[in-house]
Nanobody
């Protein structure tokens, strides 16, 4: 599975960005899809995931970020609202065959939030 993330950029605090991740090379509907992020000097952290209908979020983005997927287009999205400077990071999309862990990773897209 190949993953290509896009949509990062610069936003002001309180603003919004929408990340997209295009998947190819596998049966997209068979994968749990997720978003992770890595801020400078910090470890990569989980942000959100989506299964068939299940979604989950890290507490720090709950209520501000929304993950969604379009299985017909092999796409997963992360709508990020009410952005905070602490959201600044490189964001990665990832795919997990059900029950097998995060095996596939995209190249990352930079999100920078100014105060």
């Amino acid at each position: 599975v190949q993953l290509q993330a896009s949509g990062g950029g610069l936003a002001q605090a309180g603003g919004s960005l929408r990340l997209s991740c295009a998947a190819s090379g596998g049966t997209f509907s068979n994968y749990v899809m997720g978003w992770f992020r890595q801020a400078p000097g910090k470890e990569r952290e989980f942000v959100a995931l989506i299964g068939d209908t299940l979604t989950d979020y890290v507490d720090s983005v709950e209520g501000r970020f929304t993950i969604s997927r379009d299985n017909a287009k092999n796409m997963v999205y992360l709508q990020m609202d009410s952005l905070e400077p602490e959201d600044t990071a490189v964001y990665y999309c990832a795919a997990s065959p059900i029950g097998s862990g995060w095996q596939y990773w995209g190249q990352g897209t930079q999100v920078t939030v100014s105060s």
